[in-house]
């Protein structure tokens, strides 16, 4: 059943994770959006609506340190901190899922560990890990499946486990089900409310009825390159 794990309401452990203010995005003449402020609660889950080309990836893009904007002022976890370069202690606590996600052609347990081998997470530590986020998918059955055969649904929840497993406090996906039907859908939103429970936030820029309409979910819309929250 779709949303059945709703994600934390009302609770009195959230604080901000991060604050942004000033947030501008110009390609060339064309101003895509002004932010005033924005704000993202610890264990707290959004969705980010907006029209076809209204900049919903491009912010996520941003926050996630892959695309630059002006930015007046930046705050994480109450700290301020210098917006450019992008602070990397927001570049290790923010990961972003691209909608197409693109896997390595070795295995899918490589694909999965391979942030935590980047990031020195000794080699059993990271095998646990990787262990436990594939049962969380829900795609330790696909070990022995080569990447580039998966199905867009199994590729999708790869790519969720390989951003799960390096436990972000901020994870941004981009539209994770915007190719998928059926159970492979309701699989990928199933498993968006369990990351705020495992304790990170989660942005989810989407068009998809049914992550806009999970419980406990708060709403941001991109709107004439303003961020309304709904
Ligand atoms: N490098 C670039 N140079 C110029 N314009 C760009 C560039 N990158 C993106 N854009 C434009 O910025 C706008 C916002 O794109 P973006 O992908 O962020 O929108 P979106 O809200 O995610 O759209 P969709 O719902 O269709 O995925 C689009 O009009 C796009 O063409």
């Not at 301020?80 to 197409?100: F, G, K, N, S, T």
């Not at 199933?190 to 068009?207: D, F, K, Q, R």
């Amino acid at each position: 059943m779709l949303g059945a794990t709703p994600a934390r309401t009302g609770d009195e452990r959230r604080k901000s994770l991060l604050g942004v203010k000033g947030l501008r995005k110009r390609h060339g003449e064309r101003l895509l959006f002004d932010i005033g402020c924005m704000e993202i609660a610890t264990h707290s889950a959004y969705v980010l609506t907006g029209m076809n080309g209204a900049g919903k990836s491009t912010l996520l893009r941003v926050l996630g340190g892959l695309e630059r904007a002006e930015i007046d002022s930046l705050r994480f976890e109450g700290m301020e901190e210098r917006p450019y370069p992008y602070p990397r202690a927001l570049r290790e606590a923010i990961v972003y899922v691209h909608q197409h996600p693109v896997m390595f052609s070795t295995s899918i347990a490589h694909n999965i560990g391979y942030g935590l081998q980047v990031r020195g997470v000794p080699k059993l530590e990271a095998a646990r890990r990787v262990e436990e986020a594939m049962l969380w998918a829900g795609v330790a059955h696909l070990q022995d499946v080569e990447p580039g055969r998966l199905s867009g649904g199994e590729r999708q929840r790869v790519a969720l486990a390989r951003a799960k497993v390096l436990c972000p406090k901020l994870l941004l996906l981009d539209e994770p089900t915007s190719n998928l039907d059926g159970q492979a859908r309701e699989q990928v939103i199933e498993l968006i409310p369990t990351m705020v429970e495992a304790g990170g936030s989660v942005v989810v820029a989407c068009h998809d009825r049914d992550l806009i309409g999970l419980p406990g979910v708060q709403r941001l819309k991109l709107r004439d390159g303003h961020l309304e929250v709904r």
